[in-house]
């Protein structure tokens, strides 16, 4: 068990809708990333916060938004849900801002299947 | 974006043999790398991680080995058992803390 949590742990929707992610870092981490992860597909990174504020953005669509609360939990937001859109979406945690040696702990994922 | 690959998608060994998992990585300026295991269902686990200062770095029956000239990097796993059966990833970082993961390598062990 790393310490990250996510809920919910599968989701299932329509095409069109949106649905929110929760995660909650490990006690004592300030940064929280964001991992796409589709079928015999690597992960890619969306989107990083550390303590409240975005730090880094990769591959994250427009229809996506995230955000870290200021009891460093955080949110990811899936809007205009498409097919494509099916996949392991995972939260990532480190203790500082990233970089040098800051390793990352990830919870469990949420298994999205959008029909 | 940058280029994280596996020389491997698969690998069958049979207990009690060496793994050794391959990667390349196409950032010459990266200078810390990470190998997780990812076994069904889960999330990535942290396995080892090594700086770029380095070359060799030992765990628990794990070695991590980087050559930076040919940018490649390795994971050896000593006596596999079939616990270590799993997707093995590494991850590449650089400045701007993005991490960069290849598509992983799955690993059975063979009883």
């Known amino acids: 068990d790393s310490g990250v949590t996510q809920t919910p742990k599968h989701l299932i929707t329509a095409t069109g809708q949106r649905v929110t992610l929760r995660c909650s870092p490990r006690s004592g981490d300030l940064s929280v990333y964001w991992y796409q992860q589709s079928l015999d597909q690597g992960l890619q990174f969306l989107i990083q916060y550390y303590n409240g504020e975005e730090r880094a953005k990769g591959n994250i669509l427009e229809r996506f938004s995230a955000q870290q609360f200021p009891d460093l939990h955080s949110e990811l937001n899936l809007s205009s849900l498409e097919l494509g859109d099916s996949a392991l979406y995972f939260c990532?945690?480190?203790?500082?801002?990233?970089?040098?040696?800051?390793?990352?702990?990830f919870g469990p994922g949420t298994r999205l299947t959008v029909l | 974006g940058e280029s994280v690959g596996l020389h491997l998608p698969t690998l069958s060994v049979q207990e009690g043999d060496n793994s050794i998992i391959n990667c390349a990585y196409s950032?010459?300026?990266?200078?810390?790398f990470i190998w997780y295991k990812q076994e069904s269902g889960k999330g990535p686990q942290f396995i080892i991680d090594?700086?770029?200062?380095?070359d060799k770095r030992q765990g628990q029956r794990v070695t991590v080995l980087l050559n930076k000239t040919v940018k490649h990097l390795s994971l050896q796993i000593a006596a596999t058992q079939p616990g270590d059966s799993a997707v093995y990833f590494c991850a590449e970082n650089k400045a701007g803390n993005q991490f960069y993961f290849g598509t992983g390598t799955s690993l059975t062990v063979i009883p």
């Open positions: 090594i700086r770029s200062n380095m």
């Open positions: 950032n010459s300026a990266s200078d810390y």
């Open positions: 990532a945690s480190s203790v500082f801002s990233g970089g040098g040696t800051d390793t990352q702990y």
